[in-house]
């Protein structure tokens, strides 16, 4: 059960679009369309961002996106905006019927 | 208005046990998947055991099988997670949280934090 590969940090200016990478393996997140996203403030709990690779949860921007390709899942969020800075983790279902997280990727808004 | 309530983390020497609860309210709790999620003190999450809607299935991670138990009651509207053989890096806040999408947490706890240490 190795965790989900994701970049440490990723930064952007207010307005800009960033990509977050999620990789994982053919057992996990390039076998399922089982991959969510949260996003977490210091302190805080995570907060449920995106379900089945791209479904937003009611009250989730738009600007925030998801997509997979292969055994790469991807989290884009455009129009960066100073409340977008936080950590974000990728989770995906497996096939020994476990659940991974991604080791999270801190976004810095410059 | 939905939430969920973690109790039971403390200090605890290795080796010992706790017993964590998590209340549930302002939803049907027998209808969802649970799940708990650790995070260690400056860590990433990690996700550590799931149990059924109706309790007949639970799933855990390597790392923690064979020595935690999660469990449910519907009557009470509470999910367990029995932690024994504790270890040290087993430190870290315990998360509840709800599937909403039976494999994705759509709703989190506050979290409870046990620390594992002599």
């Known amino acids: 059960q190795s965790a989900l590969t994701q970049p440490a940090s990723v930064s952007g200016s207010p307005g800009q679009s960033i990509t977050i990478s999620c990789t994982g393996t053919?057992?996990?997140?390039?076998?399922?369309?089982?991959v969510s996203w949260y996003q977490q403030h210091p302190g805080k709990a995570p907060k449920f961002m995106i379900f089945?690779?791209?479904n937003r949860p009611s009250g989730v921007s738009n600007r925030f996106v998801g997509s997979k390709s292969g055994n790469t899942a991807s989290l884009t969020i455009s129009g960066l905006q100073a409340e977008d800075e936080a950590d974000y983790y990728c989770s995906s279902y497996t096939t020994s019927s476990t659940l991974v997280f991604g080791g999270g990727t801190k976004v810095t808004v410059l | 208005e939905v939430q969920m309530v973690e109790s039971g983390g403390g200090l605890v020497q290795p080796g010992g046990s706790l017993r964590l609860s998590c209340a549930a309210s302002g939803f049907t709790f027998s209808s969802y998947w649970m799940h708990w999620v650790r995070q260690a003190p400056g860590k990433g999450l990690v996700w550590v055991s799931g149990i059924k809607s109706d309790g007949s299935t639970t799933t855990y991670a390597d790392s923690v099988r064979g020595r935690f138990t999660i469990s449910r009651d519907n009557a009470k509207n509470t999910l367990y997670l029995q932690t024994n053989s504790l270890r040290a890096e087993d430190t870290a806040v315990y998360y509840c949280?709800?599937?909403?999408?039976?494999?994705?947490?759509?709703?989190w706890g506050q979290g409870t934090m046990v620390t594992v240490s002599s």
């Open positions: 053919s057992s996990d997140v390039g076998y399922y369309n089982y």
């Open positions: 949280a709800r599937g909403g999408a039976w494999y994705a947490f759509d709703i």
């Open positions: 089945d690779v791209s």
